[in-house]
């Protein structure tokens, strides 16, 4: 059989339709024109859900993507009535659709939507207690204003830079943009603490906003009477930085142990971050009462 | 039915086998991790064949997709075997294959192999004799020295700047990058002409370093004895040149005859050209008289 399925347990509903490949034309293959959201989903129900279903929509509105956002949710409420285990960790891709040759969109298209449900394969929380080391990566993020902050589906910068290291003992790798700044991790946000500060990298040239990087800049910091700057980075701070920590929806808050050759450890300020997020994504899953969002 | 085909005349295999859709677990669409190629084909065959497999080759070294060579060509025969009518195009499409989650590639991975052989949907002669209109963009170019020049599937930036325009009298867009350099068109590659010399923008930071583009660097310039220069080019020399064109594969050369507001004739350097390709393109579907690429 020349053409294989997930390897993971997993349930995808592709347009409402049980299913478990796209047509070669989508447009999510040719050009990476598409977005997507992958969240955590625990016995309270997906975390933040509201805020990955809003940036989703924003992200869509940057790409000029409709969609239809009523059979989305209802696609996403079904596929949750499926679920076997929890956690379970649920991704939805949006495609611009299918096309016939060239670039230029179909401007009276909707989007293709791919929701995918599945086993979470892996437990983060020996990490969020123990801390991960991570290295800083050489492949450089490219700075493009059009493009920064979304979550899109043209992501070989990432993938070039997790191709750079192989050792299993290390969790993530940082990176970095051409000017030199400090952007995010290849698949998280990062956070530094400077007497008592909260400080992550500005995203406005490159990078993702992450859910858990709008909520602790949005949420956590007025809950915990921290204050937290968005502003550029340069990466000497990484050296001297009091603490250090990776975030992202699927694995909450890593506290960083050691970056390079440098050991950190584990600080007040991290650990009052997790707990408020352990905090607020209790209560994200219900739909009723979401957090807002800017 | 809720999953559409293509609505082209169209054949493609997939790791060899007739099919028309893909694992949504394919890196692909998760990623845009892969490359791809288009070229024309007509009764002499596909045409620069030979030039296409070696930037393909060059593009996967890139990128570390390891691939089979061997059953891509055979799966090549088979499907130019199966060609209705000419001339057509042929697509091919390199993945890094599935995934589980996460950005990391397993590099015991072979590339997922998409062939595609479709119709001509356009005739492009009309253009190449009376030349286009084409428009300056405003969608900046990502600089990323790592992917500049390679065909991958990461093309937001392309899918944005056609979105700039519906005007179908307008042909083509050209792009700057984000210093304002000029690096190409959406979909072609681009050259001057400034007093006898033939000029186009260096690619190493941004762009797709196109077949036409490399066949005129390497082949028409000696054959017509010009001097072609490939160098950074500002964008105040589009307002001055004596001559500018486009090119890729599918479209040969389309000579430009208006650029925003200035209208400009079609000159005879660019019909040399014109001349150069036509004549070498007629012998490049013969794949056992290679021209030789750098």
Redesign the interface.
């Known amino acids: 059989m020349?053409?294989?399925?997930?390897?993971?347990e997993a349930v995808?509903l592709?347009?409402?339709?049980a299913?478990?490949?796209?047509?070669?034309?989508?447009?999510?293959?040719?050009?990476?024109?598409g977005l997507?959201e992958t969240m955590r989903v625990d016995h309270q129900g997906p975390q933040f859900y509201r805020q990955h279903l809003q940036r989703l929509q924003q992200g869509c509105q940057r790409?000029?993507i409709s969609y239809h956002a009523g059979l989305l949710e209802q696609e996403l409420e079904l596929v949750l009535g499926m679920l076997l285990e929890r956690p379970a960790?649920l991704k939805i891709?949006l495609?611009?659709g299918?096309t016939?040759?060239?670039?230029?969109?179909d401007?009276t298209q909707t989007a293709r939507r791919?929701v995918?449900l599945?086993t979470a394969?892996t437990d983060p929380r020996p990490q969020q207690l123990q801390g991960v080391a991570v290295r800083s990566c050489q492949?450089?993020?490219?700075?493009?204003?059009?493009?920064a902050g979304v979550k899109?589906?043209?992501?070989?910068?990432?993938?070039?830079?997790?191709?750079e290291w192989?050792d299993p003992s290390i969790a993530e790798g940082l990176l970095f943009d051409?000017a030199g700044q400090l952007i995010e991790g290849?698949?998280s946000n990062v956070f530094l603490v400077e007497r008592g500060t909260v400080y992550t990298p500005d995203l406005s040239g490159s990078g993702v906003a992450g859910i858990i990087r709008s909520v602790i800049i949005n949420h956590c910091a007025e809950a915990l009477n921290l204050k937290v700057c968005v502003e550029p980075v340069l990466p000497d701070r990484l050296h001297s930085a009091d603490e250090l920590f990776v975030c992202n929806s699927v694995i909450g808050i890593w506290p960083v142990i050691k970056l390079d050759r440098r050991r950190l450890a584990v600080g007040p300020v991290t650990r009052r971050l997790q707990q408020c997020i352990q905090s607020l994504s209790a209560s994200s899953g219900n739909a009723s009462q979401p957090l807002s969002m800017p």
């Open positions: 020349a053409i294989q399925g997930p390897s993971i995808t592709i347009d409402g339709v299913a478990d490949s796209i047509p070669v034309t989508d447009r999510g293959l040719s050009y990476g024109d997507f790409l000029a960790i891709v495609t611009r299918g016939t040759r060239g670039y230029r969109p401007t791919i995918t599945s394969l492949t450089p993020m490219s700075i493009n204003p059009l493009l899109h589906l043209n992501r070989l910068e990432n993938v070039l830079a997790r191709a192989s051409s290849t698949m």
